[in-house]
C-alpha cells in the first residue's frame, strides 16, 4: 500500500462540523454504508463522511485536505463495478448526494446544467418532458449518478447508436485537489481551444478532482421504436450477425448480447415465466431501432430481418407494446443482479473491435476450460463490450484466488490482442489497476501519473486507485 | 520571445542527411515554402525541412534534437489559419507530406489506419468507395492533412450532425518529444481505461508529440441529401432561424450562414453569375438534409419550409441536381479564399452556444462599428461557429496595428460572455494566444501549461504556440 495519509483528528473533525454541521457524518454505520459499492463484497470505509451542498464548501473540504494530507474519496451512489469509490486508504468520504439539482435546461441550445448527484434516469425524464434526450443509460441508471457517470465514462445500451458520457459533456466545473475551482472548456458544441481538459477529467474517476457542475448536451428525442428478441443456436453465430447488422448500414440504438445462461438466471431471479428459452437456444441479442418516422424503422426492421433469415435461429419476439418493451428491457437490466445473486462471481468489462467479439468469446470459454471455471457472458455487442462473469461455483478458495488472476490475466491479453482494451465503460477503479500493464506500456503509465501529479501533487485525491502498485 | 534554441550546426545536418538522404532540405526556397500556412501573410521558414517517411525515423529526429536541444515543429498541408505550423523559432521543420499512406480500410469494423499526411478528400473518396463516411470536412478538404485536421480537431460543414474530427478518432500512435513511441488508446467505440490521452493529444496542435499514425472511426455513408440555399432580408432573422429548425427535432446534416458580402464577394472571385442575390437580401443559410430515405428527408424538408414561412425570406433556391449542390458548395467552401483576395483581413474563429448567434452577431457589428472597421461573417451556424473576417479596407496601419487588438478582445470577451470560446476548429496556434487569458484563468492556463511541460520538458516541440507570452 505504500502510502501513509495523516489519521484525521479532532482538530479536522471540528474544522468540518464548523463548515457543514449536521452533514458530518463519523458513526460507524454511516461510513460502513458509505464504504462498499457493488464491485464484488469489497468495503473500505471512509474515517468520515462529509455531505456538502455547494462548490465553495468542497473547494474548503480540499483546501484543508491538501494542507493536512488527508485523502479524499469523491463517492456517488455506489453502484460502480471497479471499487472507484472506495476510501482504501480511509480519510474523507466525500459524499455528493445532497448536490443533485438540475440547474438548468436550456431548451434553445439543447444543453442541461446539472449537479453531479442528479440520477441519470431522473435527468432523463425530466429532458423527456421537453423532447430532448440525454442517451448515457447505464443499467443502474435508475440509481446511479452523472457524477459517477462521468467519472467512469459509462456507456449502457444506447451508447453504439448515441455514444457514451463522454460524447454529450461539453463543460464541467472542477475542485482542485488543492481546492482551486476551474472550468475546464466552454457551452459548445466544437471547442479548438487548447487542450482538452474536458475530456481528460471525463473517466478520470475522481483522481484528478471533483466534478461539481456538468454542462450536458441534448438531442431531440426520438418519437419511436422497435425492440426485438433473437434467440441463436450458437453463440458465435449471434457474435457474427452483431457485425454484420452494421454492414447493411444500419446502426441500431440497441445491439445487447446475452448468453443462454444470463438471460435464463435473471428470467429465475425474477420470477418470470412469460418468456421460454427454447431448449437448444444458446444466446440471444436484443436489438432496438428507433428514429422518428416508422416507415423507415420497418424499412430497417425489414432489412435485418433478410439478414439473420441467413443465421440459424429460434423464433423471434417482437415487443407488442410499451409495456411488453419494459419487461424486455427489464431483463436485460437485472442480468447482473441475478448473475450476482447466483453465485461467488468477478465480472470483467472487456471491449473489443465489434468483428472481434466471436473471437473473444471463443478465447474466454477456452481459457475458462482450461483454468476449469465457468462464465456467463452479456453486454453491449454493438460496442465490443462484452461483460464477463466469472463464475466461482464449486471453485475451491486457493484455485479462486491464486489461479484466477492469472486466467483474467489472459483474457485481458486476448482482449489487447484484439485491439480491444481491459474495460469498455466500468473504468480500472481498485479491482482492475494490476493489470494496467497489458493496455498500456511502461512510458505510457508513467505519462498518466505524470498527469495525476501534476494535477494532485500530495496524492490526496482518490488514492489507490488507477495505477498499479509497480507505478509510483 | 524568451528561449534561445540551439541553432543547427553541421553536426546536426550530418546526422539528419544520413537518416533520410535526399529527404532533408536545407535551400532557402524549400525552406521559405514550408515557413508559411494560410494564416494572413505570416512566414516562419524552418532552418531545415526534414521528410520523414516512417515513425521511426521521426522518433531518430526526435531523439537527436531532444539530446541537442533544437525545436521542432510539424507541418502538413499548411492550410492552418492560426500559424500553427509556423517554424516560429526556426529549427526543424517536420514535413509530413511522405507519410501519406492509407494503411487499412477496416470495413469490418468501420475503421480506417491512415498515416498523418493523408489528404482529407482523398480518405473521404477512398472510404465512400465502400459505403463508408469519414464526415469531419474542413474548407480545405482538397488540400489538408488528417494529421493537420487531428492536431487542430478541425471541424466542417458536416460537424453538426456528424460530429468534428475528435468524434472520429479511436486510437493515436505518437512520436513524444523525447523520441519515444506510444499508442494512446484501444481501437474501440467505448474504453474506460484511465486517462483520455487520445483527446488529450486531439487539438493540441503538434505540442505534445507527433501523430504518426491514427485509427479513425468510420460510419455508413448517407445515401441522399437535399440542399437548399435560403436568403434572408435580415441576418439576424437567418441566426434566429438556425436554433429554430434544431427546435423542430431535425439536425441538418449542415447548416451554414454567410453575409450577403461573404457570398456576393464569392460569387464575384469565381466569375460566377448563375446566382443572382435579391436586392434587399442580408443573409443565406444553406441547409443540407441527408439520410437513406428520400421521403423521410422530405419530411423534415416540408417541416423546415413551414417553419421558415414565419420569417421573411426572399425565394428558396434548392439544388436541382449532383452538379448544382457541387456548385453550392463550391461558393460556401471559397468563401475565405474570396475574402482573402478582396482586402488584407483578420479572420476570427469564434463560437457559441447556437441559440446566441445573434446576440454575437449583433455584437461584432457593434464593436466594429465603435473601432471603424468592417466585418464579414459566415460560417458553421449549427455549430454556433461563426468566422469573423475583420476587413483592413481604408483602415489605416496605424489603426490597425494598435487598436485592432482590443477590438478583437472585445469579440472574444463577448464570445465567453455568451458561454463561447474563442476558437471552434482553427485553434490558437500563434495568432490567438495572446487572447487565451480571456477563456480560461491563469490556474487553468498553468494546468495545461503543466500539461505541456510533463510531455515536452524541454520544450522543444512546436514551441511558440498556445499559451501566452506571460506563462513561464
Do not use: C
Given at each position: 500500500m505504500g502510502r501513509n495519509y495523516k489519521t484525521i483528528e479532532e482538530s479536522d473533525l471540528h474544522f468540518f462540523k464548523a463548515l457543514l454541521g449536521e452533514r458530518l457524518h463519523a458513526d460507524e454505520e454511516t461510513c460502513r454504508h458509505y464504504?462498499?459499492?457493488?464491485?464484488?463484497?469489497l468495503s473500505f470505509p471512509p474515517q468520515v463522511v462529509l455531505k456538502p451542498e455547494t462548490t465553495e464548501e468542497i473547494s474548503q473540504i480540499m483546501r484543508h485536505c491538501f494542507r493536512e494530507d488527508i485523502p479524499v474519496t469523491p463517492i456517488g451512489a455506489r453502484t460502480g463495478l471497479s471499487g472507484g469509490a472506495l476510501s482504501v486508504y480511509g480519510g474523507v468520504g466525500l459524499a455528493l448526494d445532497r448536490m443533485n439539482r438540475i440547474i438548468k435546461i436550456d431548451e434553445d441550445n439543447h444543453q442541461v446544467w446539472v449537479e453531479p448527484g442528479v440520477i441519470t434516469q431522473v435527468l432523463q425524464e425530466e429532458v423527456a418532458n421537453k423532447s430532448l434526450y440525454y442517451a448515457p443509460d447505464p443499467a443502474s441508471r435508475g440509481s446511479c449518478f452523472i457524477g459517477g457517470n462521468l467519472a467512469e465514462n459509462s456507456g449502457g445500451?444506447?451508447?453504439?447508436?448515441?455514444?457514451?458520457?463522454q460524447d454529450f459533456v461539453l463543460n464541467l466545473e472542477v475542485v482542485l485537489p488543492n481546492g482551486d475551482v476551474i472550468w475546464?472548456?466552454?457551452?459548445?458544441?466544437k471547442n479548438a481551444t487548447a487542450y482538452n481538459l474536458t475530456q481528460l477529467m471525463v473517466g478520470s474517476e475522481g483522481t484528478l478532482g471533483i466534478i461539481t457542475k456538468a454542462v450536458l448536451k441534448l438531442i431531440p428525442l426520438p418519437q419511436r421504436s422497435v425492440l426485438m428478441l433473437v434467440p441463436f443456436f450458437k453463440a458465435s453465430e449471434a457474435c457474427k450477425a452483431v457485425a454484420d447488422i452494421f454492414k447493411l448500414g444500419i446502426t441500431p440504438s440497441a445491439l445487447e448480447f446475452m448468453e443462454r445462461d444470463a438471460i435464463q438466471w435473471t428470467l429465475d431471479f425474477m420470477g418470470e415465466s412469460t418468456i421460454q428459452l427454447g431448449e437448444d437456444v444458446d444466446a440471444h441479442l436484443l436489438i432496438e431501432l428507433d428514429g422518428n418516422d416508422e416507415n423507415n424503422i420497418m424499412a430497417d426492421c425489414e432489412r435485418i430481418m433478410n439478414l439473420l433469415d441467413t443465421f440459424k435461429t429460434d423464433e423471434i419476439l417482437f415487443a407488442e407494446s410499451e409495456a411488453q418493451k419494459d419487461q424486455l428491457w427489464q431483463i436485460r437490466r437485472k442480468v447482473g443482479e441475478a448473475v450476482k445473486a447466483n453465485s461467488i462471481y468477478k465480472e470483467e468489462d472487456t471491449v473489443v473491435p465489434r468483428y472481434h467479439l466471436p473471437e473473444l468469446l471463443a478465447g474466454v470459454k477456452e481459457i475458462g476450460s482450461r483454468y476449469g471455471f465457468k462464465s456467463v457472458c452479456y453486454g453491449h455487442a454493438g460496442d465490443g463490450n462484452l461483460h464477463i462473469n466469472i463464475i466461482k461455483g464449486d471453485l475451491s478458495d486457493e484455485i479462486w484466488n491464486n489461479d484466477l488472476p492469472l486466467a483474467i490475466r489472459e483474457i485481458f491479453q486476448l482482449t489487447v490482442d484484439l485491439?480491444?482494451?481491459?474495460?469498455?465503460?466500468?473504468?480500472?477503479?481498485?479491482?482492475?489497476?494490476?493489470?494496467?500493464?497489458i493496455p498500456f506500456d511502461q512510458i505510457t503509465l508513467e505519462l498518466m501519473k505524470g498527469i495525476k501529479d501534476l494535477f494532485d501533487p500530495k496524492g490526496i485525491m482518490n488514492p489507490g486507485k488507477i495505477f498499479p502498485d509497480t507505478i509510483k
Open positions: 464504504g462498499h459499492d457493488e464491485t464484488e463484497d445500451p444506447h451508447a453504439v447508436k448515441y455514444g457514451v458520457t475546464t472548456g466552454a457551452n459548445t458544441l485491439g480491444g482494451t481491459i474495460s469498455g465503460e466500468h473504468g480500472i477503479g481498485w479491482v482492475q489497476k494490476n493489470y494496467m500493464d
